[in-house]
């Protein structure tokens, strides 16, 4: 009999009774789509990490408080405090006459109501130094950004975020005006340009005071969280390293690298630890969302059994009148097939039409976000659905194969 034969038979077959053919795949359905959903939206998470890390710029270079392991990040990361870097070591390594290294910005960070009138906001509050916009590239829309100068007097000078901006003083300029941070009194001399979301900040949403006022007047600290250092060609960056790691040892009294109190990375660094931490992920949870694919194969291999039951009667009359065992099994075989075949299709369509949904979310959010369905992993969604249907499908074929025509035809 044809192979084409075979499917058509089978297809009336699943026709007949939709609903146990539809029961039947529903495991290998929901393990390719498991599959296919992980897969497209690990990669689109990825995208959108990188995309993150890559729009900071890939000639800067941040140092954290607390040392880390060759490929992992410093305590300081999980939120741990520690308080061994200044500002004095950020002005250190801007001072230190190292010609690549082009400006050098402090950050401290802190959450407060911020207020005007009768007018109250929540936002974060971000203390940095005069060169932050130099180091993050920032474009001031109104006004001006604080000057050094304003900023080793710990002046009270405020620049607003657009949207902060824009809630604060719908139908207004803003420049001039008073703002209330915690009681005090900070004059705004500033906008910036709206920046969107960067490294899962929404940029838009702060206000920025000088350093040196973050930390006596609203965080009571002497410490900073972390700094950024622009370095102006990125072919230097990794030499660059090296001398602000020499820089800070020499201030921080260190001579053994191993007991270093600090950590430098360069956002090449990050790339490619994130990279090698998603696509494990990935990985993993696909291989999780495999399994279901297992546990499907195993009960189209039931319910086959339970198929080879039901025909006991039609198998014996087919090797009564000639079909051959090796018929049979082949017959078994283009049905499992067949079911995983469905299934694995079915699985697909819904998988694509789950990671779309999902990306036309994420970019409804504002977020960069890539929907990737390869062409691969719809051709291996196939494969594997066939491979189960084969695998899962022998030992109800060769059972088939092997019923005695006569205690076949007996069979009640």
Known sequence: MPILEYVKNVWQMLTRNKMRSFLTMMGIIIGVLSVIVIMSVGAGAQS????????????????????????????????????TLTDADARAIATSGYEPIEAVSSYVKGIDRVSIGDVEKDTSFVGTSASYTNVEDVTIERGRYFTEDEERAMA???????????????????????????????????????????????QDNQIFVPVTTAQKLLLGM????????????????????????????????????????????????????????????????????????????????????????????????????????????FQFLVETACITLTGGIIGIIGGAIIS??????????????DTVITPGSIVLGCVVSIAIGLIFGIIPARRASKLNPIEALRYE
Do not use: C
Not at 59 to 70: D, F, H, I, Q, R
Not at 165 to 184: H, M, N, Q, S, V
Not at 273 to 299: C, E, H, N, P, Q
Not at 356 to 369: H, K, M, N, P, Q
């Open 156 to 202: 009270r000078v405020v620049v607003l975020g657009s949207e902060v901006a824009k809630e604060l003083f719908p139908d207004e300029d803003p420049i001039g005006e008073t703002l209330k941070i915690k009681r005090t009194n900070f004059e705004i001399i500033g906008v910036v340009e709206e920046r969107g979301t960067v490294t899962f900040q929404n």
């Open 222 to 329: 002497n410490h900073i969280n972390f700094m950024r250092i622009k370095i102006r060609d990125a072919e230097t960056v990794e030499s660059s390293i090296g001398e602000i790691e020499a820089i800070l040892r020499d201030r921080h009294g260190i001579d053994d690298p191993e007991e270093d109190d600090f950590s430098v990375r360069a956002t090449t660094q990050a790339l490619d630890a994130l990279t090698s931490i998603t696509d494990a992920l990935r990985f993993f949870l696909a291989a999780i969302a495999a399994i279901s694919l297992i546990v499907g194969g195993i009960g189209i291999m039931n319910i086959m059994l339970a198929a080879v039951q039901e025909r006991t009667r039609e198998i014996g009359l087919r090797k009564a009148i000639g079909a051959t065992s090796r018929t049979i099994t």
């Open 48 to 83: 959108l990490i990188l995309d993150q890390i890559t729009g900071m710029g890939s000639n800067l270079v941040g140092v954290l408080p607390g040392k880390s392991e060759e490929d992992g990040p410093p305590a300081s990361a999980f939120g741990i405090v520690i308080t």
């Open 356 to 369: 779309a949904s999902v990306g036309f979310v994420a970019r409804y959010l504002g977020y960069s976000w």
